[in-house]
Every structure is written in C-alpha cells, then in structure tokens.
C-alpha cells in the first residue's frame, strides 16, 4: 500500500495527453476538448507524431520532446503501445499516468507494471473513464460533463457509473471535489485513494461504487484511517448475490460474500448504503450534523398522519421512538393544546404557528432522553410553514453551542409551499427531507454510521489477559489431526480443540462397533436420564439428513439397536459414505434451552470470518445469522448477537428467563482467538450450541483443517492487539515499570500523562505549548491502527508514565517517530527504553527507516537520539533537526 506520487495524479501541475486525434467521435478527441476546456491553469501538452495539432494545440512527436516534464501522462493509444509510453514517461519525469485504454492485460499489464516500478510512475487505471478534478479544474476523461466543484470525493469501479454520477450530482446542484475511475487498478486501487483522500483537505467525505473489493487487509487498513477523520460511505452493489456453498457446514453455506462485505464495512467504521440517492444522502447529513449521542428519535409534527408514517418507518428500520418522561409530558401539557397526542410522535395540531413549534420543540432539545429531534410540518391555510421553519432554524442555531449538541432533522412537506422552508434549512445547514420516511431513512444513516464509528473503536486484544488458553493442547491436538492426512476434525475431536479455549463441551465417547456404543451408553446412563448415539463419517456432514442421529435413547441395549439401524439406514441412502464409528454422549435436558449456532469460515475476499445465530437442523430454512471478522471482544461480540432475530428471545419473555448472555459472548470471543491464533482452521461449525440462564454447552461440533504450508489461509482482515510485545523493565526509583502497546481504554490515563507534562515539555513534543487537548485528540492517539501505526506506553501501576510512538508510510518503508516522558520522571532512561522498544518493533515490521523532526534546543532528545545511532541535520528555516535511523544497518538488535 503507498501514497506514493498520488499527489502527482491528484493534484498534478502540468499534465500531457498522449493519444490526442481530431478524429470526430475519438475518445483522444473527447479527451483533448476536456482537458481544455476544464479551467486547469497549468501547462497541458498534446502527444501524437501523426498530427501536427488537434484543436489548434501544437502536437508533439513524443513526451521526451516536450519542453518541460509533465507531472501527470494520460494515455488512450492502442493497447500494445502502453508498456512503452509508460517508460516514456518514467524516464522524462513523470510520476503518474492516466491509463484510459482498455485490454492492457495479461504480458501487456506486466510489462506496463514493469516499466513504472523503475520510477515508481503511479497508475490509475487501465481500462477506466479517466480522471475528473473540478478543484482544480482538470478534467482528463471522456466524460460528457465536467462536475460542478465541491468537496465530495468519488471513487468509482464502474466507469459507466462515473457518468451517471456527474450528470445526477450536477442536475441537483453538488459539487465534487475528484472523481476517480479506477478500472482495472493494476496498481492504485481502493486502499491506495482511500490512504491519500483521508489526509485531503478538499474534500469532506469519501464516496464509493464498489463490484469487489481488492485486498481487504490494505482496504480495511486505509478505510479505518481514513473514517476516523472523514465520513467514508460505500455503494456496494451485488448485495443479492447467491451464497457461496460450502459442503461441509451450515456455516460455510450461510457465509455468503455479502454478509462479509458487511462486516468488513462495520469494522472499518463505514455506512453502506443500497442507492446512488442514499449515497449523498448520506453525504450531506454526515456532514451537516453532529455526532449522534443515542439512537432515540422524537418526533414533532403537526400532522398526525405523517407522525404515523414516520413511526412505521422507524419500526420497519429497528428503530425506537424516545419514551417522554412525565416532566416532559407536563411541560407540553402547559403550552400546547388540550388535544396534543399526549406522547411521541408529539402532534401539536394543523393550526400550530411558529410560537407552538418553538416552545415544543425547546422543551424537548432540553429533553435527556432525546438525541434526535425530528420536526415536520404539513402545509395549512391556519398557519405559516415558512415562520414555523424560521423558528427551527433560530433554535437550531441556538442550540448548536450546547453540550451535548442533538441533532435536528426537517421534513416540510409538499412542493411549492414547502421550497421557501428548505431553502432556509439547506442555507442553515439542517437536513431536510421530502417526506417523513426520507427523514427517517436520513436518521437510521446516522444511527448506522454511529454504530459502524463504535465498531471501528474496538481494538480486540490478540490474547486477552482475562481468557486462559490451553495453546499448546490444540497445538497438538491440530498437529495430530494433519500427521494422520485429517482434513476434518470430527466430533469428539472437535469438541476436545474447543475445549482447550475453554468452550464448555459434552461428554462425547467414541465407538468402533454397536457393541462398544452398548457399553457406552451403559457407562453414561449411571449419572444421565438418557444419552444420543450419532454416526461418524467424513462424507456426512448433516448425520440427520440420513438418520444418523438418535436422541433421548434411555438403555444401553436401545443404543446398541439404534447403532445397528443406523448403519443400515446410511447403507441403504449413502453406500459411498466411509463410516468411522460413532460417538455417545449424554442426553442435555434444559427446558429453557435455546438452540444456537456458532461458527467460522474462510471468506474469499476478507478471510477468516465469524457467524452466531439460530441454530438447530432449520439453521439454512430460518437464515437467522450474524457475522463480523476476528478476534472478538465482548463489546463486539454483544454487537454480534444484536443483529440476529434470536436475540430477542435470548433476551427472555412472558416466563421464560434470559439466557445467560455474558456465557454466549464469551463463546463467541473464545472462538474467534481460537480461530485467529491457529491459522490451520479453516471452517467451524458448533451446532447446536445450547444456551439457558446456566450458561452454553457445544453439542455438536466441526472443524475443518487445511496444511498452512500447502494451503495458507488468508490473512485476518483486522490487526489484533500485539501482546507479545510487552515488556517489563526496572526504572531508577519506581521499580519495574510495564512497556506495553497502547490501548483504546487507556484514553483516560493518557489524558492524565498531560496533566504531568510541562507547558515546554509539550512545545518540545507538539511545536505548540498548547495542543489541543479534546476527547477526539485523545481518541486519536490512544484507538490507534495497528496495522500501520504503533504506540508504546510505560506503565506503573494505572499512571502512563511515557509514550513512544511510530505511523508508517502507507507502503511500510518508513515510518515517523515521537516519544514523550512526563516531566518529572525524565532523566531516568525511559525514554530511551521505550525508544529502544519502538525501534525493535520497527525493524521486527521490516520498516526501513525512522524519522522525526526535533527542535534545536530540544538537546535531551537530541543526545538521546544520536546515542541510538541516529544521524541529524540541521534545517535552519525552521530550527530543527531532521533525524534518521537506517533500520537496515541500526545498531539496535531486533525483537
């Protein structure tokens, strides 16, 4: 992944346009006229010895002619002549090319990859429409239209959909700040764009056309940096694709490439939306609002039918309406009429004028229980809607210097009458909806995003302390498994790997003969009411589907005789089906018992993958089911089970107890190391798993294993927490002191680290005596992303007492270090241990090089530094030293 040079194809300064041609109706034509007509204000060159001009504009035989380099080439010649153009190029300067031509494939797109790694040239394209700046005025595609300037950024897979957004953002008035077509991305892709625009201050937020997605570490990895500071929203289309099919499990056959895409999406802390609409939609709202601090709505309407409409819509989406509180409802008893609803939605009547709405809608913004006020109105010949609007938009301004600021949604309905009201709310910055069930549909955005920014926050640990892992039995366990050839991991093997992440299990015996299931049986029988027999075979992945399942056998003799049947029912319907034997285990008998199931697959796109949801032999019929990406926290594991119709019922109801809830993530949390840490697990199915008030025992269980060696697994699309990189060392005075990576729930012990740190400790650190100091500074510097960031705090006792940290270039050459230590602790060689530690971390990430700056009298740092094997010079415009550590030939060993 790498930034590398995007800014040459970005925001370049000059640009050459090979393949120009006055042919009428030529995409060289197209193009020349864009490029022309765009506003850039930089040199733009035409390339084609076969002409001597196209549209009066001199053409040049080759770009080595040209009388100056050209930051960025666009090319639309033959496809066998690209390799050679993008050589061209390299060699004359250029650092970024536009490739619009299609079928460079196959040997032609290695050697054009060939020839722009010598220069690292960066390519967008081949085969795409090209690339459109309206902030720079530079329009090097064949698009009809250029987009009207603003500051929403396009990405698009789909050239064909590049025009449909430029004609649909320009005949509604948005403004666009890049569009980029990325084709067929033989090198820029989404993680490259995505790394760049995080860090673009043109544009406000990042809009997406995916088909498929392209290494979905990389893009997970750049999504989740650049959500944090921008609102990243997603047009996944193929959403209703068929599941991908899997023999061996229930898992594997409901893990469709969907449900991954969305939890890859979720964790990445972007919205996926389902319409081009809903894309800037989504856009506009995310922008114009603030954080949503709940996901209650109230509602204000002086219509009670569209109330109603706004109601359903809510409920259709899972939403709640905001219970009023008794003191809210008398307030609105004192001001409104005696014929208001009385509850939410508050329908305050068709005659209400602008002084009704204003005192609703401040009791309600002063309301605790409220975190999204939306207000409607309905045009009447009794009131005006314009001055009820007028009112909204004084309290919204009004309400904007409050803590904590609610958001306030608008839907005035109708046409003319209503265009006045938007106009004010549009100019006011307030969304404004055409009817209640945009409005709505506008809200559950914001609740959607909400959770997808909560999810984006969860940093799993990669071995939670609080969990206690039996590694090395399922190191055997999986060894053994692959020194006998096993490719599946049947029941009582499976549900002995399980157990070593402490996942409780049933007793399960295995039997060779029936005679062996009689005595079994027997053995069991003396401590349980009954026991089930089941077949053992590779070939049967659904034993019930061919009788291969007896439940509540209450003899030994009875288990023998269902043994027997059993081989004769899976002769006659299987007889290719290899027997193994069978297993007995104790029948479990809870009455309030809920049938569960719990899994992993391997996804194509984003690898290993998560699933929870109703279990049972209808698994596939009721299609109740849930999935995110390991590992798993209990946070994300309760997000997890949320999401699925059974959690209801988990829930309890009428006489029916809860389940134990906290048991069933834990489960899934236990699972998701297990599969995280043994990367020889290729599919778990743990159905069913059951689960009351008493906790969750797996009854029945599967694993499917692969040689890594032969056969590696894709990598977890999330970085887990890095625990192996934690350290004790003794400071002078204090004792041991902890060095560990940093942690998202260290946010407040980071706060109180700048509580101990002087005004001109923090200049030295920050160039400024007065950094800001807000919860989302601090978020940013402790929810970090390990894939490309680290930060090593020192810790003793619950006091941070320093910190190290590094952020990587998105390519993972170099990365840029800072390291701070509280004021009154420096001296005593913390901060050289914890550099120490960042710098062995860096090389064990084949980084290779670090940097930082550092200001002239900074000295301590200085010294420090030199003496680690840094060298430095001096930048007088600025009174810093540039410092730089070669990891390559470091004198500091590795991990």
Same mark, same amino acid.
């Given at each position: 992944?790498?930034?590398?040079?995007?800014?040459?194809?970005?925001?370049?300064?000059?640009?050459? !346009?090979?393949?120009?041609?006055?042919?009428?109706?030529?995409?060289?034509?197209?193009?020349?006229?864009?490029?022309?007509?765009?506003? !850039?204000?930089?040199?733009?060159?035409?390339?084609?010895?076969?002409?001597?001009?196209?549209?009066?504009?001199?053409?040049?035989?080759?770009?080595?002619?040209?009388?100056?380099?050209?930051?960025?080439?666009?090319?639309? *010649?033959?496809?066998? *002549?690209?390799?050679?153009?993008?050589?061209?190029?390299?060699?004359?300067?250029?650092?970024?090319?536009?490739?619009?031509?299609?079928?460079?494939?196959?040997?032609?797109?290695?050697?054009?990859?060939?020839?722009?790694?010598?220069?690292?040239?960066?390519?967008?394209?081949?085969?795409?429409?090209?690339?459109?700046?309206?902030?720079?005025?530079?329009?090097?595609?064949?698009?009809?239209?250029m987009p009207i300037k603003g500051d929403l950024a396009v990405i698009s897979q789909s050239g064909a959909l590049v025009t449909t957004i430029v004609d649909w953002t320009a005949s509604r008035g948005i403004g666009l700040s890049q569009v980029i077509s990325l084709g067929d991305m033989a090198d820029a892709d989404f993680g490259d764009f995505l790394d760049y625009l995080a860090g673009d201050i043109t544009s406000r937020a990042i809009l997406i056309y995916m088909e498929a997605m392209t290494d979905a570490a990389k893009f997970i990895s750049a999504a989740r940096r650049a959500s944090r500071v921008k609102p990243v929203i997603i047009l996944k289309s193929g959403r209703n694709a068929a599941a991908a099919k899997a023999a061996m499990s229930h898992t594997g056959a409901l893990a469709g490439a969907d449900a991954a895409y969305n939890a890859a999406f979720r964790r990445a802390g972007v919205l996926r939306v389902n319409e081009l609409r809903q894309l800037f939609d989504a856009a506009e709202i995310l922008s114009a609002v603030p954080h949503l601090h709940g996901e209650r709505l109230t509602i204000l309407t002086n219509g009670g039918g569209v109330g109603v409409l706004a109601t359903d819509e809510l409920a259709d989406l899972g939403g709640k309406l905001t219970e009023l509180p008794a003191m809210t409802l008398q307030q609105l008893d004192e001001c409104l009429p005696p014929t208001w609803?009385?509850?939410?939605?508050?329908?305050?009547?068709?005659?209400?004028?602008?002084?009704?709405?204003?005192?609703?809608?401040?009791?309600?913004?002063?309301?605790?229980?409220?975190?999204?006020?939306?207000?409607?109105?309905?045009?009447?010949?009794?009131?005006?809607?314009?001055?009820?609007?007028?009112?909204?938009?004084?309290?919204?301004?009004?309400?904007?210097?409050?803590?904590?600021?609610?958001?306030?949604?608008?839907?005035?309905?109708?046409?003319?009458?209503?265009?006045?009201?938007?106009?004010?709310?549009?100019?006011?910055?307030?969304?404004?909806?055409?009817?209640?069930?945009?409005?709505?549909?506008? !809200?559950?955005?914001?609740? %959607?995003?909400?959770?997808?920014?909560?999810?984006?926050?969860?940093?799993?640990?990669?071995?939670?302390?609080?969990?206690?892992?039996?590694?090395?039995?399922?190191?055997?366990?999986?060894?053994?498994?692959?020194?006998?050839?096993?490719?599946?991991?049947?029941?009582?093997?499976?549900?002995?790997?399980?157990?070593?992440?402490?996942?409780?299990?049933?007793?399960?015996?295995?039997?060779? *003969?029936?005679?062996?299931?009689?005595?079994?049986?027997?053995?069991?029988?003396?401590?349980?009411?009954?026991?089930?027999?089941?077949?053992?075979?590779?070939?049967?992945?659904?034993?019930?589907?061919?009788?291969?399942?007896?439940?509540?056998?209450?003899?030994?003799?009875?288990?023998?005789?269902?043994?027997?049947?059993?081989?004769?029912?899976?002769?006659?319907?299987?007889?290719?089906?290899?027997?193994?034997?069978?297993?007995?285990?104790?029948?479990?008998?809870?009455?309030?018992?809920?049938?569960?199931?719990?899994?992993?697959?391997?996804?194509?796109?984003?690898?290993?993958?998560?699933?929870?949801?109703?279990?049972?032999?209808?698994?596939?019929?009721?299609?109740?089911?849930?999935?995110?990406?390991?590992?798993?926290?209990?946070?994300?594991?309760?997000?997890?089970?949320?999401?699925?119709?059974?959690?209801?019922?988990?829930?309890?109801?009428?006489?029916?107890?809860?389940?134990?809830?906290?048991?069933?993530?834990?489960?899934?949390?236990?699972?998701?190391?297990?599969?995280?840490?043994?990367?020889?697990?290729?599919?778990?199915?743990?159905?069913?798993?059951?689960?009351?008030?008493?906790?969750?025992?797996?009854?029945?269980?599967?694993?499917?294993?692969?040689?890594?060696?032969?056969?590696?697994?894709?990598?977890?699309?999330?970085?887990?927490?890095?625990?192996?990189?934690? %350290?004790?060392?003794?400071?002078?005075?204090?004792?041991?002191?902890?060095?560990?990576?940093?942690?998202?729930?260290?946010?407040?012990?980071?706060?109180?680290?700048?509580?101990?740190?002087?005004?001109?400790?923090?200049?030295?650190? !920050?160039?400024?005596?007065?950094?800001?100091?807000?919860?989302?500074?601090?978020?940013?510097?402790?929810?970090?992303?390990?894939?490309?960031?680290?930060?090593?705090?020192?810790?003793?006792?619950?006091?941070?007492?320093?910190?190290?940290?590094?952020?990587?270039?998105?390519?993972?050459?170099?990365?840029?270090?800072?390291?701070?230590?509280?004021?009154?602790?420096?001296?005593?060689?913390?901060?050289?241990?914890?550099?120490?530690?960042?710098?062995?971390?860096?090389?064990?990430?084949?980084?290779?090089?670090?940097?930082?700056?550092?200001?002239?009298?900074?000295?301590?740092?200085?010294?420090?530094? %030199?003496?680690?094997?840094?060298?430095?010079?001096?930048?007088?415009?600025?009174?810093?030293?540039?410092?730089?550590?070669?990891?390559?030939?470091?004198?500091?060993?590795?991990?």
């Amino acid at each position: 992944m790498t930034v590398r040079n995007l800014s040459s194809l970005l925001a370049p300064r000059s640009v050459a !346009f090979v393949g120009a041609s006055p042919e009428p109706g030529s995409v060289g034509l197209i193009v020349a006229r864009n490029l022309l007509s765009g506003g !850039f204000d930089g040199p733009i060159w035409f390339v084609n010895p076969r002409h001597e001009a196209v549209l009066d504009v001199r053409c040049f035989q080759s770009l080595a002619a040209l009388p100056d380099v050209p930051e960025l080439v666009v090319i639309a *010649t033959p496809p066998e *002549t690209v390799p050679d153009i993008i050589a061209e190029a390299g060699a004359k300067g250029a650092r970024a090319a536009v490739v619009i031509t299609a079928g460079v494939t196959g040997e032609l797109r290695q050697r054009m990859l060939n020839a722009a790694r010598t220069y690292c040239l960066r390519i967008e394209g081949p085969n795409c429409i090209g690339l459109l700046l309206p902030h720079i005025g530079l329009n090097a595609s064949f698009s009809r239209r250029m987009p009207i300037k603003g500051d929403l950024a396009v990405i698009s897979q789909s050239g064909a959909l590049v025009t449909t957004i430029v004609d649909w953002t320009a005949s509604r008035g948005i403004g666009l700040s890049q569009v980029i077509s990325l084709g067929d991305m033989a090198d820029a892709d989404f993680g490259d764009f995505l790394d760049y625009l995080a860090g673009d201050i043109t544009s406000r937020a990042i809009l997406i056309y995916m088909e498929a997605m392209t290494d979905a570490a990389k893009f997970i990895s750049a999504a989740r940096r650049a959500s944090r500071v921008k609102p990243v929203i997603i047009l996944k289309s193929g959403r209703n694709a068929a599941a991908a099919k899997a023999a061996m499990s229930h898992t594997g056959a409901l893990a469709g490439a969907d449900a991954a895409y969305n939890a890859a999406f979720r964790r990445a802390g972007v919205l996926r939306v389902n319409e081009l609409r809903q894309l800037f939609d989504a856009a506009e709202i995310l922008s114009a609002v603030p954080h949503l601090h709940g996901e209650r709505l109230t509602i204000l309407t002086n219509g009670g039918g569209v109330g109603v409409l706004a109601t359903d819509e809510l409920a259709d989406l899972g939403g709640k309406l905001t219970e009023l509180p008794a003191m809210t409802l008398q307030q609105l008893d004192e001001c409104l009429p005696p014929t208001w609803s009385r509850a939410n939605p508050v329908d305050i009547i068709g005659d209400a004028g602008p002084e009704r709405y204003q005192k609703a809608a401040e009791i309600l913004l002063a309301d605790p229980a409220t975190h999204a006020l939306l207000v409607m109105n309905c045009p009447t010949a009794m009131a005006s809607s314009e001055e009820a609007a007028q009112v909204v938009v004084d309290l919204a301004s009004a309400h904007r210097r409050q803590r904590p600021r609610k958001v306030i949604l608008t839907s005035w309905l109708g046409e003319d009458a209503a265009e006045p009201s938007r106009q004010l709310f549009a100019k006011a910055d307030i969304p404004t909806f055409a009817t209640p069930e945009a409005a709505v549909e506008g !809200f559950w955005q914001l609740v %959607r995003y909400r959770r997808a920014q909560e999810e984006l926050m969860q940093v799993p640990p990669s071995a939670p302390e609080a969990l206690q892992f039996d590694r090395a039995k399922a190191d055997h366990i999986l060894a053994e498994a692959r020194r006998k050839g096993r490719t599946m991991l049947l029941e009582a093997k499976a549900k002995e790997l399980l157990a070593s992440y402490g996942i409780p299990v049933v007793r399960t015996l295995r039997a060779a *003969t029936p005679e062996q299931v009689e005595l079994h049986a027997a053995e069991l029988l003396r401590d349980h009411r009954a026991c089930v027999v089941k077949i053992v075979s590779d070939d049967l992945p659904h034993k019930s589907d061919f009788g291969g399942v007896r439940l509540a056998i209450a003899s030994a003799r009875e288990a023998r005789t269902a043994a027997e049947e059993m081989l004769l029912n899976v002769h006659r319907l299987r007889p290719d089906a290899v027997l193994r034997g069978f297993t007995v285990q104790a029948m479990i008998e809870r009455a309030n018992s809920h049938e569960l199931i719990v899994g992993a697959s391997e996804d194509a796109t984003v690898g290993p993958l998560m699933m929870f949801g109703a279990g049972g032999t209808a698994v596939e019929v009721t299609a109740d089911t849930a999935h995110a990406l390991p590992p798993l926290d209990l946070k994300l594991a309760y997000q997890m089970m949320r999401e699925t119709r059974i959690y209801g019922l988990l829930k309890g109801y009428r006489d029916r107890p809860a389940a134990n809830l906290d048991a069933i993530a834990m489960a899934l949390v236990r699972l998701s190391y297990l599969v995280a840490r043994h990367r020889e697990i290729r599919e778990v199915d743990i159905n069913p798993l059951l689960a009351d008030e008493h906790g969750v025992v797996a009854l029945d269980a599967r694993i499917r294993i692969a040689d890594e060696a032969e056969e590696p697994r894709r990598p977890l699309a999330v970085r887990p927490f890095p625990v192996e990189w934690e %350290r004790t060392i003794a400071v002078e005075g204090m004792g041991e002191v902890t060095l560990r990576p940093i942690r998202p729930d260290d946010e407040p012990h980071y706060v109180r680290l700048f509580d101990r740190i002087s005004a001109d400790d923090l200049r030295m650190r !920050f160039f400024t005596a007065a950094p800001e100091r807000t919860f989302r500074f601090f978020a940013r510097m402790t929810q970090i992303d390990y894939a490309r960031e680290m930060a090593f705090i020192a810790v003793y006792g619950d006091e941070v007492l320093g910190v190290a940290r590094l952020i990587a270039d998105p390519d993972g050459r170099r990365a840029e270090f800072a390291v701070i230590v509280r004021s009154d602790l420096k001296g005593r060689g913390l901060g050289s241990a914890l550099m120490q530690h960042l710098i062995a971390y860096a090389k064990s990430e084949g980084l290779g090089e670090l940097i930082g700056d550092v200001l002239a009298e900074n000295t301590g740092m200085l010294a420090m530094c %030199r003496s680690l094997g840094f060298t430095s010079v001096y930048e007088p415009q600025s009174n810093v030293f540039r410092l730089s550590l070669d990891l390559g030939r470091g004198a500091l060993g590795s991990k």
